[in-house]
């Protein structure tokens, strides 16, 4: 049986989800396998490891797919028999700051939630049974202060809901988890600089992802049903 950690990271083809799977690849003991709608978007990443001697598998995933999702299932239960860590980077950010929520399309609701909160539900559903054939899994939500109640705001409200409700499925999957050796949280990377963040936001990806990294990583008396940013609790 593979002794590795086998460790998912979706959504990884650039951003924070590229910067997690590169840290996670570079780790002694880890086996990433980066997954994008679009594998051969993850060839930098590879190629990049490659240099370094490090490999990442790439596998096709669309979050929003049942079929796509099952078969990333399937795969990794006939390769390897488990997953280790689960880290549900990919997200969509798709209204604008200055949209009224009054005046907010629904179908851009509809299109939000499908991708950060069903698309996200969907590949736990499906991994985290996988989890069960490991000595001690980890699940990571990437979050967002922009879903925190106690800071609500007004400004891309899709978005802010979709991060609130994500919150939620960290909470009640951490609580239905208890008492296991699997563990779940929520981490706000802070405003990054990517294709999501844009160029104006202060901090690089490999910044924002040393909190993930350090969820994913958690040892067996590391918390669990929290919300985190820079490796320190937040409210919700």
């Known amino acids: 049986m593979e002794n590795r950690i086998i460790s998912v990271v979706s959504g990884a083809s650039r951003g924070l989800g590229r910067a997690a799977a590169h840290r996670l690849a570079m780790m002694d003991g880890y086996l990433v396998i980066a997954t994008a709608r679009n594998p051969e978007d993850l060839a930098t990443l590879r190629s ?12 096709p995933l669309d979050i ?3 079929a796509s999702v099952n078969a990333l299932r399937d795969w990794i239960a006939g390769r390897f028999g488990r997953v280790d860590v689960l ?7 798709i209204d604008r700051h200055s949209t009224s929520i009054l005046d907010l399309p629904l179908e851009q609701v509809r299109e939000t939630l499908e991708t950060n ?5 969907r590949l736990t559903q499906a991994l985290v049974p996988l989890m069960r ?5 980890r699940v990571v939500n990437l979050a967002s202060s922009m879903g925190q109640l106690a800071e609500m ?8 809901m ?16 208890a008492g296991t050796s699997i563990k779940v949280n929520s981490v706000c990377p802070g405003w ?18 040393e909190c993930v990294v350090w969820a994913a990583t958690l040892p067996d008396y590391g918390p669990t049903g929290g919300f985190f940013r820079d490796c320190q609790p937040i409210p919700w």
């Open 64 to 66: 929003t797919d049942d």
């Open 117 to 121: 909160l069903i698309g996200t539900l």
């Open 133 to 137: 054939a490991s000595r001690a899994g």
């Open 153 to 160: 705001d007004a400004g891309t409200p899709a978005y802010r």
């Open 87 to 93: 880290i549900n980077n990919a997200g969509v950010l």
């Open 192 to 209: 990054c600089r990517t294709d999501l963040g844009g160029p104006e936001a202060p901090r690089l990806p490999e910044e924002g992802v």
């Open 162 to 177: 979709s991060k609130t409700a994500l919150n939620a499925l960290t909470r009640i999957l951490a609580a239905e988890l």
């Open 48 to 59: 990049k490891l490659g240099i370094s001697g490090h490999v990442v598998e790439a596998h």
